[in-house]
């Protein structure tokens, strides 16, 4: 497994209302075989924000992957997911959608997105791993469509290392 270096961490966007939750991934993260740099915004209004380098995110990297929760406040996790959606400047950037309930877990299922593709919380610094060791052969790998566009223009394609 090729890890980075702290001169070129991997950067991370963790979108989380919960400051436990919040503090829990870090420290998970911290046992990473990867230096990663971990931002972190508590909520969907932020996280667009952020990805879309306005207002003070206006010099923040752009993520190579972000760990979204789906339920948040001001603008929901699947919000977010729209939006990126629609954004090709966003689309392309890797999510690992966290959470932590199965009714949750439906919700995903009614967008038909395969319990393959979602993590419960905690993360696991196993999965985190994994996901992070196929970064950098993203564009090797096939994509795959796990929801549907909301507009017909939209072509988003998911990324996932987990299985189906």
Not at 41 to 67: F, I, K, N
Not at 156 to 162: A, G, I, L, Q, S
């Amino acid at each position: 497994m090729t890890t980075r270096s702290p001169e070129n961490p991997i950067e991370v966007l963790l979108v989380e209302d919960n400051p436990a939750d919040a503090r829990l991934t870090e420290e998970i993260l911290k046992d990473s075989a990867y230096a990663v740099n971990l931002s972190v915004v508590e909520d969907g209004e932020d996280a667009m924000t952020y990805l879309r380098r306005q207002g003070e995110y206006a010099y923040t990297p752009r993520p190579d992957l972000v760990l979204l929760d789906l339920m948040l406040p001001r603008k929901s996790g699947q919000e977010v997911l729209t939006e990126i959606n629609q954004d090709p400047n966003l689309r392309n950037i890797p999510i690992m959608i966290l959470t932590g309930t199965a009714a949750e877990q439906s919700i995903l299922w009614q967008h038909n997105i395969s319990p393959g593709r979602f993590c419960r919380k905690p993360i696991e610094v196993h999965r985190f791993d994994s996901a992070v060791a196929q970064l950098d052969s993203l564009s090797e790998r096939p994509l795959v469509m796990a929801t549907p566009p909301a507009e017909p223009q939209s072509n988003r394609k998911w990324w996932w290392p987990f299985g189906r």
